[in-house]
């Protein structure tokens, strides 16, 4: 009986499994940026009481979901196309523009505490749907995106792929509601 001879695998991240601690370092750090977030929103003191500091945070964070906004649509239309370098930098790009707005939310959050909605407005069920969706999406999609990173970065692309599949709709959903949330609060507080 002839030897069989192993072909070369044209994909050498396929057959790698992600070590569990890695997922779970993932799972970790989401966790306490949301328990920081939850914090800074519900039992942080604002710093600045007169809210004279940064008043521009906020529209600072919806310009920067909407850049995130364009640069996914970009990034899935790269990917449609199979143009994966491209698709590669529109991606981190969508991911400097979400980290960029994590840092400046945090900083918002931790000088001028939560906006309030008027709830007599008739907007007020609307929006709270909204906000609740946008903040329960938003922490599933912070380990979801760097779990999509890691495979990416570590070449286990038909992993990569498979999450992907999940983590860009709940992202894009995030970055649109965000800009959204911002909008409403901003005309109708």
């Known amino acids: ?10 994909n050498p991240g396929a057959n790698l499994r992600t070590p569990p601690s890695i997922i779970a370092t993932i799972i970790v750090v989401s966790a306490a940026a949301s328990a920081l977030i939850c914090y800074l929103v519900y039992f942080h003191a604002p710093l600045d009481i007169t809210g004279n500091h940064l008043r521009s945070l906020p529209l600072l964070n919806a310009i920067l979901n909407a850049l995130c906004t364009i640069a996914l649509i970009i990034g899935f239309g790269y990917i449609r196309a199979r143009r994966v370098t491209q698709h590669r930098a529109a991606m981190f790009t969508a991911f400097f523009f979400s980290t960029i707005f994590l840092v400046s939310y945090l900083t918002n959050f931790t000088l001028h505490g ?6 007599l407005s008739p907007w007020w069920p609307f929006y709270w749907k909204l906000l609740a969706s946008h903040i329960f999406l938003s922490v599933v999609a912070l380990p979801m995106i760097l779990i999509t990173f890691f495979l990416s970065l570590t070449g286990r692309f038909p992993a990569h792929k498979k999450l992907a599949r999940y983590t860009f709709p709940i992202w894009l959903y995030v970055s649109v509601t965000g800009v959204i949330v911002y909008a409403m609060q901003a005309l109708i507080h």
Not at 1 to 10: E, R
């Open 1 to 10: 009986m002839p030897a069989q001879t192993a072909l070369p695998n044209k």
């Open 114 to 119: 939560e906006t309030h909605f008027n709830r």
